[in-house]
Structure formats: structure tokens, C-alpha cells
């Protein structure tokens, strides 16, 4: 969810130190529309960045996820205290919710996640 609120507005972007913190958490809850609402007001709230500033994050969240793959098979790719198996799953999900969105009419199980 982080990235993809990012890419329509949310401050701060996503991160690569692993898990989402509450603050971040309580912002986006303020950021998002209410559940039971339209999506028309939040559309005409929405600031779309510019694809070459989604592009930018996607790369280095790309170059984030081989290293968390490589850190999983024995690599000093991660720094200290990072921990691969939780922290890289945050690493994972945040590439692949950008990775679909800059891959027009891939489905969301289709979109390529290779390092």
C-alpha cells in the first residue's frame, strides 16, 4: 500500500529499512479515504508522480530485493541487524506494487519480480 499511495501523493516514500513503523502507518490512514467513501474525491486529492521519480524508487527497490536474495543464499549484501526473511519481504512487496504499476495490463501475479 505504501508504495502505491507514494506514487499518488503520500509523503514519505517508501523506505528500504524492512518493516513499515506505526507513524508511517498512521499516515497513510490519514492519507487514504475513508472505506465506506467514493473514490472521486480521493482521485481529485491525488498528485500522480512523474513516472521517471516511480521509475527511480522501482530500480533501487530492485537493486534492494537482489540484495536481500543474495543476502538468502549467504551473501554480506544486507547491512547489520537487517534481517532477509522479514525485512526483505517488506523489500519484495514494496518492489512489486511499483513494478506492477509501471507494467500496464500485466495482472498483479504476472508482474516480473526477477533480479
Known sequence: ???????????????????ICDE????????????????????????????????ALDDL????HNAVRSAMLGGKTVPAGFRPESHGGAIAE???ALSWLLTPRVAWDDTDLST
Open 24 to 55: 508511517v502507518v498512521s499516515a497513510l490512514y490519514r492519507f487514504l479515504p475513508p472505506i465506506d467513501s467514493t473514490s472521486k474525491g480521493f482521485a481529485e486529492r491525488s498528485t500522480l508522480r512523474p513516472v521517471v521519480e516511480v521509475r
Open 61 to 64: 527497490l530492485c537493486c534492494a
Open 1 to 19: 500500500m505504501w508504495p502505491l499511495a507514494w506514487a499518488l501523493g503520500f509523503e514519505p516514500p517508501p523506505d528500504l529499512s524492512g518493516l
Open 94 to 96: 514494496r518492489r512489486h
